[in-house]
């Protein structure tokens, strides 16, 4: 591997050349981009208000590369790629722009790009994110070129969303699909952490210090990222495609934000986040779950009161605060109205 540290910016730009190709017609066009290895790690880190602390590094088999974000005037630009593009956001939210849509990435949702879809990422908010690329040979490779696998329960491994993708757009001629697949996480950021995080710090820590076989670890940890992705128990997956309807898929990421917030987020925080009108947004809430925003927003509030009831010796006027209510007896009310019972008699029930 080549660590290139002590090179001037232009020389590293040149470099960055040689590993993805830009192809592009003028400066204010979408460009193409065709990468030149099969398997890529980025990391971007992002920070509007602090342009000169964003920066972009590059992790190949042969190269790692680190340069600050001013430098890739191509950054915020439309783009199309050869290779499949997984996007992981470890933190901060993310806005990209995919086919004239605009979309939402909150810390620890993810997307594959399909090769050719139109897309970039819109510098208007703070975040820190991995960009995983693989070729479609890197995929042959991790299904043996077509020959059998040693063991029968190792095909199965290909039975899932993400390989179906993957084969559907693989060959040569594929049919061109403006597509993506969204995965929206079910987990706790601390769990993402343990879980998926992991994953990409082994993947690096195997890129920077290779050994015989690193090759099988890289695909091996690719398999364990792809499995956890499609576990129905850690990520919602969804097909996206130019025809999808944007309000399940806006319904979607207002599910998450109200999980991440114990549904107490306001109206207003909540169009800011999503850049939609408050109204809409509650109209999308009433037509999925027949529910207003507030009522659906209370389901998880209550659901994660009761869990710190069971799980925590937080006083019930603690997790009343916890949970935004400044007056306990609208939360015993509301409390009552989903369980049937008051607080403290919920605790005493959990407790035999």
Not at 99 to 128: A, I, Q, V
Not at 185 to 203: A, G, S, Y
């Amino acid at each position: 591997m080549t660590v290139i540290s002590d090179l001037s910016v232009v020389q590293k730009i040149k470099v960055l050349e040689e590993v993805i190709s830009f192809h592009e017609v003028d400066e204010s066009a979408p460009f193409y981009q065709e990468m030149n290895t099969p398997f890529t790690i980025s990391l971007s880190a992002f920070h509007p208000d602090s342009i000169t602390d964003s920066a972009f590094s590059i992790f190949t088999p042969d190269v790692q590369l680190n340069l600050p974000a001013l430098a890739l005037q191509r950054h915020d630009r439309m783009h199309r790629h050869n290779c499949f593009e997984f996007t992981y956001i470890l933190s901060g939210n993310m806005y990209q722009i995919v086919e004239g849509k605009r979309y939402l990435y909150t810390s620890g949702s993810c997307c594959l790009m399909n090769r050719n879809t139109l897309h970039t990422e819109e510098l208007s908010s703070d975040y820190t994110c991995i960009f995983f690329s693989v070729s479609s040979e890197f995929i042959e490779r991790l299904t043996n070129y077509g020959n059998d696998m040693l063991f029968p329960m190792e095909q199965k491994r290909f039975d899932n969303l993400i390989f179906h993708f993957l084969e559907q757009n693989m060959e040569a001629d594929h049919p061109d699909c403006k597509d993506f697949l969204d995965f929206i996480p079910r987990i706790t950021e601390k769990e993402q952490k343990i879980i998926v995080h992991d994953i990409f710090e082994k993947m690096l820590s195997t890129i920077l210090n290779p050994y015989y076989g690193a090759t099988y670890r890289l695909q091996d940890l690719f398999f364990q990222l792809i499995d956890i992705l499609c576990d129905s128990r850690y990520y919602h997956a969804e097909h996206v495609t130019a025809k999808s309807n944007m309000e399940s898929l806006l319904f979607s990421r207002i599910d998450q934000i109200l999980d991440e917030h114990h549904g107490r987020i306001s109206n207003k925080e909540l169009s800011q986040l999503l850049n939609y009108n408050g109204t809409y947004l509650g109209k999308i809430v009433k037509k999925c779950t027949g529910q207003s925003l507030f009522d659906y927003s209370m389901n998880f509030t209550m659901k994660h009161a009761a869990h710190l009831l069971k799980s925590t010796k937080k006083s019930v006027s603690e997790i009343a605060s916890e949970l935004k209510f400044n007056n306990r007896t609208h939360f015993y009310q509301i409390f009552e109205k989903y369980y049937q019972t008051t607080p403290r008699e919920y605790r005493a029930q959990q407790a035999k």
